[in-house]
C-alpha cells in the first residue's frame, strides 16, 4: 500500500515544486512586491512541500496562504516536524 502512495504522490510533489518555481520566475516580480513576510509564501511553500511532500506540504502550505497578511511584518520558518516522528516525504 505505501508503494502506491509513493508513485502517486512523487510526480505530485514534483508538480507542485514545477510550478512554484515558475511563480516565482514569472508572476512573484509583479504580485508579491509588497510582501512583509520572512519567508515569503512561495519560499515557504517550496520547503514545506520538498519536506513533506504534495499532499501535507500543499496542506500547510495553504495555511500559510491563509493567515498572511500584507499589512504586517512576520516571521515564520517551517516547522522541523509538524506530524509527530513521521516524515511523510516519498
Same mark, same amino acid.
Given at each position: 500500500m505505501f508503494k502506491i502512495y509513493y508513485i502517486v504522490t512523487y510526480p505530485l510533489t514534483l508538480i507542485a515544486l514545477a510550478l512554484i518555481l515558475l511563480y516565482k520566475a514569472t508572476l512573484s516580480k509583479f504580485i508579491g512586491r509588497n510582501c512583509n513576510s520572512i519567508p515569503t509564501c512561495s519560499s515557504f511553500a517550496f520547503a514545506v512541500i520538498k519536506y513533506y511532500g504534495a499532499i501535507w506540504g500543499c496542506f500547510i502550505a495553504?495555511? +500559510?496562504?491563509? +493567515?498572511c497578511h500584507k499589512i504586517k511584518g512576520e516571521y515564520d520558518l517551517p516547522q522541523p516536524n509538524l506530524l509527530g516522528n513521521y516524515k511523510w516525504k516519498c
Open positions: 495553504l495555511k +500559510r496562504l491563509l +493567515r
